[in-house]
Protein backbone atom coordinates (compact mmCIF):
# COMPACT_ATOMS: atom_id res chain seq x y z
CA UNK A 1 0.00 0.00 0.00
CA UNK A 2 2.55 2.18 -1.15
CA UNK A 3 0.51 5.60 -0.77
CA UNK A 4 -2.75 4.29 0.06
CA UNK A 5 -4.35 6.70 3.08
CA UNK A 6 -4.60 5.35 6.91
CA UNK A 7 -8.64 5.02 6.94
CA UNK A 8 -8.48 2.67 3.75
CA UNK A 9 -5.63 0.37 5.61
CA UNK A 10 -7.95 0.01 8.10
CA UNK A 11 -10.90 -0.84 6.36
CA UNK A 12 -8.60 -3.57 4.51
CA UNK A 13 -7.06 -4.71 7.40
CA UNK A 14 -9.76 -4.78 10.09
CA UNK A 15 -11.40 -8.26 10.61
CA UNK A 16 -14.61 -7.30 10.26
CA UNK A 17 -13.93 -7.06 6.74
CA UNK A 18 -13.07 -9.94 6.16
CA UNK A 19 -10.62 -8.44 3.46
CA UNK A 20 -6.50 -8.46 4.51
CA UNK A 21 -4.56 -9.65 7.59
CA UNK A 22 -2.59 -6.80 7.11
CA UNK A 23 -1.00 -4.18 4.75
CA UNK A 24 2.24 -2.43 4.11
CA UNK A 25 2.47 0.87 4.15
CA UNK A 26 5.57 2.58 2.68
CA UNK A 27 4.90 6.60 3.87
CA UNK A 28 8.07 6.27 6.86
CA UNK A 29 10.24 5.05 3.61
CA UNK A 30 10.24 8.44 2.38
CA UNK A 31 11.56 10.61 4.68
CA UNK A 32 14.84 11.25 2.84
CA UNK A 33 13.15 12.06 -0.52
CA UNK A 34 13.49 15.91 -1.44
CA UNK A 35 10.70 17.10 -2.72
CA UNK A 36 9.44 13.67 -2.84
CA UNK A 37 11.72 12.86 -5.48
CA UNK A 38 13.51 9.03 -4.96
CA UNK A 39 16.78 10.23 -6.96
CA UNK A 40 16.95 13.27 -4.51
CA UNK A 41 19.01 12.87 -1.52
CA UNK A 42 18.74 14.38 1.74
CA UNK A 43 19.38 13.02 5.40
CA UNK A 44 16.27 11.33 6.70
CA UNK A 45 14.04 13.83 8.54
CA UNK A 46 13.42 11.86 12.29
CA UNK A 47 10.85 13.98 13.49
CA UNK A 48 8.85 13.48 10.20
CA UNK A 49 9.51 9.38 11.01
CA UNK A 50 8.28 9.87 14.22
CA UNK A 51 4.98 11.21 13.25
CA UNK A 52 4.32 9.32 10.66
CA UNK A 53 5.18 5.81 12.92
CA UNK A 54 3.13 7.48 15.79
CA UNK A 55 0.08 8.35 13.36
CA UNK A 56 0.05 5.25 12.06
CA UNK A 57 0.87 3.12 14.40
CA UNK A 58 -2.44 4.83 17.04
CA UNK A 59 -4.82 5.44 13.90
CA UNK A 60 -4.66 1.78 13.06
CA UNK A 61 -4.70 0.37 16.95
CA UNK A 62 -7.92 2.78 17.12
CA UNK A 63 -9.58 1.02 13.84
CA UNK A 64 -8.28 -2.13 14.86
CA UNK A 65 -6.06 -2.14 11.76
CA UNK A 66 -3.07 -3.79 11.78
CA UNK A 67 0.44 -2.50 10.13
CA UNK A 68 3.49 -4.84 9.16
CA UNK A 69 6.27 -3.16 10.70
CA UNK A 70 9.80 -3.00 8.62
CA UNK A 71 12.65 -1.34 6.77
CA UNK A 72 13.93 -3.57 4.29
CA UNK A 73 12.54 -5.43 1.42
CA UNK A 74 13.70 -5.89 -2.57
CA UNK A 75 13.37 -2.50 -3.68
CA UNK A 76 14.75 -0.55 -0.45
CA UNK A 77 18.60 0.54 0.76
CA UNK A 78 19.79 -1.22 3.26
CA UNK A 79 18.59 0.29 6.49
CA UNK A 80 21.93 0.37 8.44
CA UNK A 81 23.24 1.92 5.62
CA UNK A 82 20.47 4.41 5.18
CA UNK A 83 19.49 5.65 8.48
CA UNK A 84 22.26 4.16 10.53
CA UNK A 85 25.71 4.30 10.05
CA UNK A 86 27.49 1.27 8.36
CA UNK A 87 30.96 2.08 9.81
CA UNK A 88 31.33 3.70 12.94
CA UNK A 89 28.51 2.51 14.62
CA UNK A 90 27.77 -0.25 11.88
CA UNK A 91 26.77 -2.62 15.35
CA UNK A 92 24.99 -0.25 17.07
CA UNK A 93 22.74 1.06 14.36
CA UNK A 94 21.72 -1.95 12.76
CA UNK A 95 20.79 -3.19 16.49
CA UNK A 96 19.06 0.14 17.39
CA UNK A 97 16.77 0.16 13.88
CA UNK A 98 16.20 -3.19 14.43
CA UNK A 99 14.60 -2.82 18.50
CA UNK A 100 12.42 0.22 17.00
CA UNK A 101 10.41 -1.81 14.79
CA UNK A 102 10.20 -4.98 16.59
CA UNK A 103 8.71 -3.38 19.43
CA UNK A 104 6.05 -1.92 17.46
CA UNK A 105 2.48 -2.93 17.32
CA UNK A 106 2.57 -4.71 14.43
CA UNK A 107 3.90 -7.79 12.49
CA UNK A 108 7.86 -7.11 12.10
CA UNK A 109 8.95 -8.05 8.94
CA UNK A 110 12.96 -9.49 8.24
CA UNK A 111 14.09 -9.24 5.32
CA UNK A 112 16.78 -11.91 4.24
CA UNK A 113 20.24 -10.02 5.21
CA UNK A 114 19.12 -7.43 7.38
CA UNK A 115 19.29 -9.67 10.27
CA UNK A 116 23.29 -9.32 9.37
CA UNK A 117 23.74 -6.37 9.12
CA UNK A 118 24.16 -6.03 5.55
CA UNK A 119 24.95 -2.54 4.13
CA UNK A 120 24.42 -1.60 0.75
CA UNK A 121 26.60 -2.57 -2.05
CA UNK A 122 28.75 0.43 -2.44
CA UNK A 123 29.64 -0.40 -5.84
CA UNK A 124 32.50 2.24 -7.43
CA UNK A 125 31.59 1.63 -11.36
CA UNK A 126 27.79 1.70 -13.07
CA UNK A 127 28.80 -1.30 -14.81
CA UNK A 128 28.31 -3.56 -11.44
CA UNK A 129 24.34 -2.48 -11.30
CA UNK A 130 21.73 -4.34 -13.20
CA UNK A 131 18.52 -3.02 -11.92
CA UNK A 132 17.14 -1.46 -15.11
CA UNK A 133 15.61 1.44 -12.87
CA UNK A 134 19.04 2.42 -11.62
CA UNK A 135 20.91 2.29 -15.35
CA UNK A 136 18.04 4.33 -16.75
CA UNK A 137 18.20 6.83 -14.06
CA UNK A 138 22.17 7.57 -14.08
CA UNK A 139 22.00 8.66 -17.35
CA UNK A 140 19.12 10.70 -16.87
CA UNK A 141 21.04 12.02 -14.28
CA UNK A 142 24.79 12.36 -16.22
CA UNK A 143 22.53 13.88 -19.56
CA UNK A 144 21.48 16.53 -16.53
CA UNK A 145 25.11 17.82 -15.69
CA UNK A 146 25.65 15.38 -12.79
CA UNK A 147 29.16 14.33 -12.73
CA UNK A 148 30.14 10.31 -12.91
CA UNK A 149 30.81 10.81 -8.91
CA UNK A 150 27.93 12.90 -8.25
CA UNK A 151 25.40 10.57 -10.17
CA UNK A 152 27.19 7.54 -8.61
CA UNK A 153 26.76 8.31 -5.49
CA UNK A 154 23.02 9.01 -6.15
CA UNK A 155 22.55 5.86 -7.42
CA UNK A 156 24.38 3.74 -4.63
CA UNK A 157 22.06 5.32 -2.13
CA UNK A 158 19.30 4.44 -3.65
CA UNK A 159 19.65 1.65 -6.18
CA UNK A 160 17.51 -1.27 -5.61
CA UNK A 161 20.50 -3.46 -6.23
CA UNK A 162 21.19 -2.77 -2.14
CA UNK A 163 18.87 -5.37 -1.09
CA UNK A 164 19.33 -7.84 -4.42
CA UNK A 165 22.75 -8.63 -3.37
CA UNK A 166 23.34 -12.74 -2.73
CA UNK A 167 23.03 -13.86 0.92
CA UNK A 168 26.17 -13.75 3.01
CA UNK A 169 26.53 -17.15 4.32
CA UNK A 170 30.26 -16.86 4.49
CA UNK A 171 33.63 -15.53 4.19
CA UNK A 172 34.55 -17.67 1.25
CA UNK A 173 34.70 -16.72 -1.95
CA UNK A 174 31.14 -15.13 -3.12
CA UNK A 175 30.03 -14.77 -0.06
CA UNK A 176 29.75 -18.85 -0.03
CA UNK A 177 26.37 -18.21 -1.75
CA UNK A 178 27.43 -20.25 -4.75
CA UNK A 179 30.73 -21.30 -6.60
CA UNK A 180 30.31 -18.82 -8.92
CA UNK A 181 29.84 -15.37 -9.35
CA UNK A 182 26.19 -14.50 -8.70
CA UNK A 183 24.08 -11.55 -10.85
CA UNK A 184 25.42 -9.33 -8.62
CA UNK A 185 28.57 -9.26 -6.41
CA UNK A 186 28.69 -8.87 -3.14
CA UNK A 187 29.81 -5.76 -0.83
CA UNK A 188 33.53 -6.20 0.09
CA UNK A 189 32.48 -6.62 3.75
CA UNK A 190 31.20 -10.09 3.58
CA UNK A 191 34.03 -10.77 4.95
CA UNK A 192 33.00 -9.24 8.10
CA UNK A 193 29.26 -9.34 8.04
CA UNK A 194 27.73 -13.22 7.52
CA UNK A 195 26.18 -16.00 8.69
CA UNK A 196 29.15 -18.39 9.57
CA UNK A 197 31.13 -15.37 11.73
CA UNK A 198 28.14 -13.65 13.18
CA UNK A 199 27.19 -17.45 14.84
CA UNK A 200 30.33 -17.20 16.84
CA UNK A 201 29.81 -13.92 17.74
CA UNK A 202 27.44 -13.14 21.09
CA UNK A 203 27.51 -9.78 20.50
CA UNK A 204 26.75 -10.15 16.65
CA UNK A 205 23.40 -8.46 15.13
CA UNK A 206 22.35 -12.25 14.13
CA UNK A 207 21.86 -13.38 17.59
CA UNK A 208 20.92 -9.57 19.05
CA UNK A 209 17.53 -10.56 16.20
CA UNK A 210 17.03 -13.79 18.09
CA UNK A 211 16.99 -12.26 21.27
CA UNK A 212 14.07 -10.00 19.52
CA UNK A 213 12.06 -12.91 17.96
CA UNK A 214 12.29 -14.61 21.65
CA UNK A 215 11.34 -11.71 23.60
CA UNK A 216 8.74 -11.07 21.03
CA UNK A 217 7.26 -14.88 21.87
CA UNK A 218 7.89 -14.39 25.34
CA UNK A 219 6.11 -11.05 26.08
CA UNK A 220 3.04 -11.02 24.87
CA UNK A 221 2.50 -7.03 25.74
CA UNK A 222 4.75 -6.53 22.73
CA UNK A 223 2.13 -8.50 20.29
CA UNK A 224 -1.05 -7.40 22.46
CA UNK A 225 -0.04 -4.41 23.93
CA UNK A 226 -1.21 -0.73 23.61
CA UNK A 227 0.43 1.80 22.21
CA UNK A 228 1.44 5.66 22.86
CA UNK A 229 4.24 7.50 21.94
CA UNK A 230 6.28 9.94 24.02
CA UNK A 231 9.47 12.16 23.46
CA UNK A 232 7.14 13.46 20.82
CA UNK A 233 8.71 16.83 20.15
CA UNK A 234 12.56 15.50 20.73
CA UNK A 235 13.92 15.62 16.94
CA UNK A 236 16.20 13.00 17.84
CA UNK A 237 14.40 10.54 19.73
CA UNK A 238 12.07 7.89 18.68
CA UNK A 239 10.25 6.71 21.96
CA UNK A 240 7.00 5.36 22.86
CA UNK A 241 5.43 3.03 25.62
CA UNK A 242 3.88 -0.45 25.72
CA UNK A 243 1.05 -1.20 28.37
CA UNK A 244 -0.81 -3.94 29.07
CA UNK A 245 -2.51 -5.21 32.74
CA UNK A 246 0.26 -3.56 34.98
CA UNK A 247 3.04 -4.47 32.49
CA UNK A 248 4.74 -1.21 31.29
CA UNK A 249 7.45 -1.12 28.49
CA UNK A 250 9.42 2.02 27.52
CA UNK A 251 11.70 2.27 24.19
CA UNK A 252 13.68 4.66 23.83
CA UNK A 253 15.57 5.05 20.64
CA UNK A 254 18.39 7.25 19.56
CA UNK A 255 18.88 7.86 15.95
CA UNK A 256 21.84 10.04 16.13
CA UNK A 257 25.80 9.73 15.60
CA UNK A 258 26.26 11.77 19.01
CA UNK A 259 24.82 11.74 22.25
CA UNK A 260 20.79 12.95 22.58
CA UNK A 261 19.35 13.94 26.07
CA UNK A 262 15.41 13.15 27.05
CA UNK A 263 13.33 15.79 27.33
CA UNK A 264 10.73 14.28 29.29
CA UNK A 265 12.23 12.26 31.43
CA UNK A 266 15.93 11.56 32.31
CA UNK A 267 17.26 7.88 32.19
CA UNK A 268 17.67 8.26 36.16
CA UNK A 269 13.92 8.94 36.58
CA UNK A 270 12.84 5.66 34.87
CA UNK A 271 15.26 3.72 37.60
CA UNK A 272 14.29 5.86 40.24
CA UNK A 273 10.41 5.03 39.22
CA UNK A 274 11.13 1.28 39.47
CA UNK A 275 11.55 0.44 35.67
CA UNK A 276 14.46 -2.14 35.01
CA UNK A 277 16.66 -2.09 31.97
CA UNK A 278 15.85 -5.35 29.82
CA UNK A 279 17.58 -4.29 26.87
CA UNK A 280 19.96 -2.16 24.81
CA UNK A 281 23.25 -2.39 22.74
CA UNK A 282 25.45 -0.48 25.38
CA UNK A 283 25.99 -1.81 28.58
CA UNK A 284 24.83 -0.05 31.70
CA UNK A 285 23.48 3.26 31.15
CA UNK A 286 24.36 6.61 30.62
CA UNK A 287 23.24 10.23 31.62
CA UNK A 288 21.99 10.44 27.79
CA UNK A 289 21.42 8.38 25.08
CA UNK A 290 24.65 7.07 23.38
CA UNK A 291 25.16 7.63 19.54
CA UNK A 292 22.76 5.24 18.08
CA UNK A 293 21.63 3.80 22.05
CA UNK A 294 18.57 1.91 22.61
CA UNK A 295 17.00 0.97 25.82
CA UNK A 296 14.06 -1.21 26.54
CA UNK A 297 13.03 -0.63 30.23
CA UNK A 298 10.17 -3.02 32.21
CA UNK A 299 8.07 -1.99 34.90
CA UNK A 300 5.72 -4.60 36.31
CA UNK A 301 3.09 -2.20 38.26
CA UNK A 302 1.53 0.37 36.71
CA UNK A 303 1.95 4.05 38.31
CA UNK A 304 1.55 7.85 37.56
CA UNK A 305 4.44 8.63 35.63
Excluded at 130 to 143: G, P, T
Excluded at 214 to 238: T, W
Aim: with cysteine.
Amino acid sequence: MSSTTLDNCIRYSNPAEHELTMTFNFHHLKIDYEGGDKWSLMPADIPALKKILETWQVGMAEGNGWNAVFWCNHDQPRVVSRFGDDEKFHNESAKMLAAAIHFLRGTPYIYQGEELGMTNAKYTSIEQYRDVESLNCYKILREAGKSESEALKIIGERSRDNSRTPMQWSAEKFAGFSNVGAWLSSPDNFKTFNVEAEEQDANSVLNFYRKLVRLRKSKKIISDGAISFIERDNPDVLAYRRTSGEEILIVLCNFRAVESKLAEKTLADYSAQGFKKILGNYDGLNENLRPFEFIVFEKQTCQSF
